[in-house]
């Protein structure tokens, strides 16, 4: 039996890109993330690789970050932002845009909703 990953279902490499740029471009135009926005750099080209990498290898595609950075712990990462559930709640948003702009199924949309809750609440670093 061959399961897909959810890097797979997604659309493999061309298709996580796609959801790095569609989650900072709604990030960067929409009033509903401007906190997150304000948080993150005016060029967002840099972070938009290091998602991309990120998630590659979080989604079960090849382990990019993880052979840049030699670790996947994004705790880090993000102490100098203080993260409430308001910033996780915009980044959750932007994700869940993200993947229906770039056609994501329901079904992958429901198997990645709870992980991404978990891993955005886990970089949450202030009450
Ligand atoms: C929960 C709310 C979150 C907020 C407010 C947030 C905010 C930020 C900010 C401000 C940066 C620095 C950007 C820069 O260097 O210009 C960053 C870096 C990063 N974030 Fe987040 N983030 C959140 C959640 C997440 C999640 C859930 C993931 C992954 C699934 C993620 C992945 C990353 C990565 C890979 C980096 C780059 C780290 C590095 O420099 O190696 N973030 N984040």
């Not at 989650?23 to 993330?33: K, L, N, P, Q, V």
């Not at 993150?40 to 290091?50: G, V």
């Not at 970050?65 to 100098?80: F, I, M, N, Q, W």
Request: charged share 30%; aromatic share 12%; glycine share 8%.
């Amino acid at each position: 039996m061959s399961e897909k990953t959810p890097y797979e279902l997604l659309g493999g490499e061309p298709a996580v890109r796609e959801l790095c740029k569609a989650f900072y471009g709604y990030m960067d135009r929409s009033e509903d993330a401007h906190e997150l926005r304000d948080m993150h750099k005016e060029d967002l080209s840099a972070i938009e690789q290091k998602l991309f990498e990120y998630l590659s290898g979080w989604l079960g595609g090849p382990s990019l970050y993880y052979e840049r950075t030699g670790t996947v712990c994004l705790s880090d990462a993000h102490k100098p932002y203080p993260i409430g559930a308001k910033e996780r709640d915009q980044w959750l948003l932007c994700m869940d845009h993200a993947l229906g702009e770039i056609g994501a199924s329901d079904d992958v949309r429901a198997m990645l909703k709870e992980p991404f809750f978990h891993i955005a609440d886990f970089v949450t670093n202030k009450a």
